[in-house]
């Protein structure tokens, strides 16, 4: 079994904003091009045109609806991906210590070459983010894109992960919950971003931002300018054209 | 614990970033190809480009498995087989190439208008329209037909542009912002950048779609609304807008034809405006009661009183207007059934659109001079915005719905002005300043003028001697005066009908007709295969080109295979469909980021190569070899008026040359250079009012954009319409046939109407009680999806999505299957259960669905097994009414095709239903069969 460091210097994470998400998918094949040319083997798609492509990413977008007894059902598009947890089950059940989370930033990473392709991590972790790669039988997870974070070869700019950066929506937030004032600790401070499933004990990294509230828009009716009537002396046109008529003359 | 690993954090991510323009769908994001060792590895957005800004959708992060698609074609086909089964033999391009030119040769010498070419999605009509100009044929045009014409041709109609490629919301800016119909498709990057925008600042977001997915899951309030009522609800927020005063009276009567005075003396002028003179309509001066011209100094227009000539009256504009849409019949009590919308909400909508315009106007500080040369000290605007596309606009009261939009957009006085809707450049321009369409073909000749244009009146439309329409496809006739982009949805019917001729040859270009974008396609399919009595080709003749191993290849007799988007030339033009910016212009081109590694070529330099075979005009020099060396040779040196060309940027010799200059040999390069397109903003005081804007109009005469400036006022009230109804009405030289009179008074209407689709209003509703949709989703566009390895698995199959009424009421569970039946056909497909849906609507996935047989797929794939096309279900035709005539299933003013339109019942499927009907016969692939498995990695 592997341990989990007591203490990460940083914890480096994302904060996915649900009121926003809209579902494209742009984050998941952003994710798919990067780490299929990057960390690791290749992610593989078995039967690619055929009958069951089964591919391995890294990043699923999945879409729940929502009913209400008084309002309009709402529908929430749910990206998904690992979220580094201070408290790993998945690191803490591998048998060869590949699953490991990192001192530094608190990115939780599989080392391929000490994996034996067991499956356990993925049964352990509650969230179902890991996904055992069809041609290599290695386990396959989120790097946080811990070789863009740091990659001296990109531009500052684009150090971050390649789902951050491509989010048209802006959905998607990078940064270091560990710093009080960083981005994503002051988003998730104003917007009550939450923890998955807190009740699973493993403290993950990674933020939602809950939906605001939606169908709210009420109104009261248009206050008119010409209904009721202006019974207004002196004034011999009623009703909406009494009203253009002063209305042009104010012009 | 044991030593940390230490993976490698700095891997080199590429040898080289190529910086091209994205074509995975039409948004035309800038992207970067990271190249190692001569491959492409990954490709992610430019970060400098102006459309996407560094994002990029699932669609562009994919585009390496479009460029390695096992469907890609090999090498020019000539059909061995029986058109449809898909059996070819590879030949050589100087085979094909002279093939084409033997065919076309003495089409053009003896019967120009029996080439019928057509192209798809392709981006440069500007070049195609230009080459088939030189043919000489009438018989050309893309696929706006029966895509979203209606919002195109409402839009430069009603206010000179529309939304997308025409204008976009101030997403810095606006408060309020309305999204109508799916849109989920067109310009999606810059809608979800603009909606996260909005989000940042806690803008109010309204839907008005009757499926709750993709933004309308994010819209802070969703209206769930019945298909084809869009027109109706948008007139009730009129109507209680009006009715509360809240509407910009300044705004319309500067910049609009609010106050314009109506003829209202019977005869061949009622409707139309009065005029001095020297043509100019006249307004009422409220100062002296008299009519003067619009546009007289220091007058007081007047919206409210007319005047009197000869006993008779003659009302303003606005009064047409006000009594017209203050009519009970548009009051939200009236409408909230048939829409599906509690009259309380869209009276809240209406008083959330008022309180915004009126109670947060936006004021910017900046100058500005309009063309009446009257001097501003700021900006003002009302941020409400609105967007709409294909959604609202393919219904038959498409046209006029769309009018209603920029009706509501106008009354508030949010176009051009800070925080509502803004034009993109070449955009403002009216009607007036397009071109009318020409159809004037004479063997060896070029055509007399463009195809395309907005008809002024009856005198514009194309029709022979004996009033029959000239064009193959009836566009810019009776049946759809102002079809602005042609009906390609008819040409093949109208074709095998020899209706209102016979062609020779069918040449199309990457447009899936024999699938996804025909309607009824099993009929469709066996009308490009019928045969005559001497076992000819019904259509003699189909060429067509596409990258791809489409259902369409399968039907052609010579298929020229074009290029992927990574492996060729393509400019973004001004001249075409421009990537501008509301506060700039802009254009792009795509370039060979590597080249094709099979006996493929680019369309575009293949259509030049063909066109100096056959001596076009303009293809050839004057010793009759071939002026261009390639479309990029074109790119750079053709002028479609002196020192306008395809590309606006790195004009003249120096390079310099912004809009106008002499070609540039280096011109191509220059983009490269500069990440593959051209940016300049428009000066500040130009940046809004821009049709009354003296600085934008004489910046976009100095850019090219007009030769001399267009100010104009919006068209409430669009007298040319009205002038289609005269005719109706039986004034004028040239009549319609009597069948159509009533319809086109009906939607020939001059100010905006709503009347209930056609087939809503020939339906019995217990027959058919449910409407049906399809979306196309935002990871998937058309049918290219499909072959894609990463974006299949997010969208494999098309399931059957019904709200939970219709689910209890026919007792489906999961798993399921169901029969969708039409008048006009039927399709088996599996159930889901929604709620976040209209009730009283189904809908689908667009586009998914797959021919076995195509593009590379597996027989078995789900794209074909447990997918169908509702295009199945609908006609080009509407069902008989018993009075002996067809009737289009279109749009009465455009002929765009009203896929919308659609209604059908549905049923459970027996049980053990496992594979959708219809289930068409395999085509033969010419492409080899795939590898089972993938994993893509250069090694650099």
Redesign the interface.
């Given at each position: 079994m592997t341990s989990l460091p007591t203490h990460t210097e940083r914890k480096l994470g994302l904060v996915i904003d649900l009121d926003t998400c809209v579902g494209c998918h742009a984050c998941v094949i952003s994710c798919k091009g990067w780490n299929t040319e990057n960390y690791g083997a290749p992610l593989a798609d078995m039967d690619a045109w055929g009958e069951t492509p089964e591919g391995t990413f890294l990043n699923r977008v999945h879409t729940f609806e929502v009913t209400r007894d008084t309002a309009p059902p709402m529908v929430v598009h749910f990206p998904k991906s690992c979220l580094h947890c201070d408290d790993a089950p998945c690191v803490t059940v591998c048998p060869t210590g590949a699953s490991y989370k990192r001192v530094e930033d608190g990115i939780v990473l599989v080392n391929e070459s000490a994996c034996i392709g067991c499956g356990l991590c993925a049964w352990a972790c509650p969230y179902g983010a890991r996904e055992m790669d069809g041609a290599e039988k290695v386990m396959k997870k989120c790097t946080l894109c811990v070789d863009r974070i740091y990659n001296e070869n990109l531009p500052e700019r684009d150090r971050e992960p390649a789902c951050v950066r491509t989010c048209p929506a802006g959905a998607r937030h990078f940064g270091d919950f560990a710093d009080p004032d960083s981005h994503v600790s002051r988003l998730v401070a104003a917007r009550g971003g939450i923890d998955l499933m807190p009740e699973q004990g493993t403290r993950p990294v990674n933020k939602y931002l809950p939906p605001r509230g939606r169908d709210t828009l009420e109104t009261p009716a248009l206050a008119s300018l010409c209904d009721p009537l202006p019974d207004t002396p002196g004034t011999p046109v009623q009703g909406f054209l009494g009203w253009l008529d002063r209305a042009l003359e104010r012009i | 614990?044991?030593v940390?690993?230490a993976?490698?954090?700095?891997?080199?991510?590429s040898d080289e970033i190529r910086k091209t323009t994205c074509y995975m769908c039409a948004c035309r994001c800038g992207i970067d190809v990271h190249m190692k060792g001569g491959k492409v590895?990954?490709?992610?957005?430019n970060?400098d480009h102006p459309v996407?800004k560094?994002?990029?959708?699932?669609?562009?992060?994919?585009g390496?498995m479009q460029h390695l698609s096992?469907a890609r074609l090999r090498a020019p086909l000539k059909r061995v087989g029986p058109r449809g089964s898909g059996e070819f033999k590879e030949i050589s391009w100087d085979e094909a190439l002279s093939l084409a030119a033997d065919w076309l040769r003495p089409l053009r010498a003896t019967a120009p208008e029996k080439l019928a070419f057509f192209t798809g999605r392709d981006q440069s009509q500007s070049f195609t329209g230009w080459w088939a100009q030189a043919f000489g044929t009438p018989n050309w045009a893309a696929h706006g037909g029966f895509c979203s014409v209606n919002m195109a041709a409402a839009g430069i109609y009603t206010m000179g542009g529309s939304f997308w490629e025409f204008g976009q919301p101030d997403w810095e800016r606006t408060k309020l912002f309305l999204l109508f119909g799916v849109a989920?498709d067109h310009d999606?990057?810059p809608i979800?950048?603009g909606?996260?925008?909005l989000?940042?600042r806690g803008a109010?977001v309204?839907g008005v779609n009757p499926i709750?997915?993709?933004?309308?899951?994010?819209?802070?309030?969703?209206v769930?609304i019945t298909p084809g009522t869009d027109g109706l609800f948008i007139l009730a927020l009129v109507h209680?807008?009006?009715?509360?005063?809240?509407i910009d009276?300044?705004y319309l009567?500067r910049y609009t034809n609010a106050p314009y005075l109506v003829n209202a003396a019977d005869g061949s002028e009622n409707g139309l405006f009065l005029r001095d003179a020297d043509g100019k309509p006249l307004v009422r001066d409220?100062r002296t009661g008299h009519a003067v011209a619009w546009d007289a100094p220091d007058i007081?227009p007047?919206?409210?009183a007319g005047v009197e000539i000869a006993g008779t009256t003659h009302l303003p504009v606005f009064r047409h207007l006000?009594d017209r849409y203050?009519s009970k019949d548009y009051a939200p009590d009236a409408v909230a059934k048939r829409c599906g919308i509690p009259a309380?909400?869209i009276?809240?909508?209406?008083?959330?659109i008022?309180?915004v315009a009126f109670e947060e106007e936006i004021t910017i500080p900046q100058p500005w001079t309009d063309f009446r040369g009257v001097r501003h000290e700021t900006m003002t605007g009302r941020p409400v915005a609105m967007h709409a596309m294909r959604g609202v606009s393919a219904h038959s009261n498409g046209f006029q719905t769309a009018r209603a939009l920029h009706l509501l957009q106008i009354l508030i006085g949010s176009v051009e002005t800070p925080g509502g809707f803004r034009f993109k450049p070449p955009y403002p321009k009216p009607p007036e300043a397009h071109p009318r369409p020409h159809a004037g073909h004479v063997p060896g000749q070029p055509l007399d003028g463009p195809h395309l244009g907005y008809p002024l009146g009856p005198e514009h439309l194309l029709l022979d001697e004996a009033d029959q329409p000239k064009r193959i496809d009836k566009a810019f006739s009776w049946e759809a005066p102002l079809s602005a982009h042609g009906m390609m949805h008819m040409v093949i019917s109208n074709a095998h009908a020899g209706d209102p001729y016979k062609i020779d040859t069918l040449f199309l270009y990457m447009a899936n007709m024999a699938w996804n974008s025909s309607m009824n396609t099993t009929q469709v399919m066996q009308m490009l295969t019928d045969t005559d009595a001497n076992g000819d080709y019904v259509i003699p003749r189909i060429i067509y080109s596409d990258a791809y191993s489409s259902e369409m290849v399968a039907f052609a007799d010579l298929v020229l295979p074009d290029t992927t988007y990574l492996e060729r030339h393509d400019c973004i033009s001004l001249l075409d469909r421009p990537i501008c910016e509301a506060e700039a212009l802009a254009d792009s081109i795509r370039w060979p980021v590597v080249q094709p590694d099979r006996d493929v070529r680019p369309f575009q330099s293949v259509l030049l190569d063909l066109g100096a075979r056959l001596g076009l005009p303009g293809m050839v020099k004057d010793d009759g070899t071939a002026k261009f060396k390639d479309y990029a040779d074109y790119i750079s040196n053709h002028e479609r008026r002196p020192g306008i060309g395809p590309l606006a940027g790195f004009r003249g010799p120096d390079g310099m040359g912004q809009g106008r200059g002499a070609p540039n040999p280096d011109q191509i390069a220059r983009y490269i250079e500069n990440g593959g397109f051209w940016f300049e903003h428009i000066p500040e005081e130009a940046q809004f009012f821009k049709p009354w804007n003296a600085a934008y109009q004489n910046w976009a005469v100095a850019r090219g954009l007009f030769d001399s400036p267009q100010p104009y006022v919006f068209n409430l009230y669009a007298e040319p319409l009205r002038r289609f109804q005269l005719a109706a009405e039986g004034y004028g030289s040239r009549q319609p046939p009597d069948h159509l009179r009533a319809r086109l008074m009906e939607a020939m209407d001059p100010l905006p109407i709503w009347y209930p689709t056609f087939t809503d209003a020939a339906t019995d509703p217990a027959a058919y009680p449910l409407h049906a949709l399809t979306q196309r989703p935002?990871?998937h566009y058309h049918s290219w999806g499909s072959?894609n390895?990463?974006?299949?698995?997010?969208h494999?199959h098309t399931p059957l999505y019904v709200s939970?009424e219709v689910w209890r009421a026919r007792g489906f569970r999961s798993g399921d299957w169901a029969t969708l039946t039409s008048p006009h056909g039927r399709i088996t497909l599996p159930v889901v259960r929604?709620?976040?849906l209209n009730p009283h609507t189904v809908w689908t996935w667009n586009a998914i669905a797959k021919r076995r047989g195509a593009w590379?797929?597996?027989a078995?794939?789900?794209e074909a097994?447990q997918s169908s096309l509702l295009n199945h279900l609908i006609h080009e035709l509407l069902p008989p009414k018993g009075d002996g005539l067809r009737w289009a299933n279109s749009d009465p003013v455009t002929g765009q095709a009203a896929w919308y339109d659609l209604r059908v019942r549905i049923e459970k499927a027996p049980a053990g239903q496992r594979v959708t009907y219809p289930a068409h016969p395999a085509q033969a692939s010419p492409v080899p069969n795939?590898?089972?498995?993938?994993?893509?990695?250069?090694k650099g």
């Open positions: - | 614990m044991s940390q690993p993976p490698d954090l700095s891997p080199r991510v590895a990954y490709i992610d957005g970060r996407n560094g994002v990029l959708c699932a669609k562009g992060s994919a390496i096992p989920e999606s990057n979800k950048m909606l996260g925008r989000k940042e109010r309204i709750r997915s993709g933004y309308n899951a994010i819209a802070d309030d969703w769930g209680e807008l009006l009715r509360a005063g809240k009276l300044d009567i409220r007081a007047d919206l409210a006000t203050l309380p909400r009276r809240a909508i209406a008083a959330e008022a309180r935002m990871a072959q390895a990463w974006l299949r698995q997010i494999g939970g929604m709620d976040a590379a797929l597996d078995c794939a789900p097994a795939p590898p089972r498995d993938l994993a893509h990695q250069v």
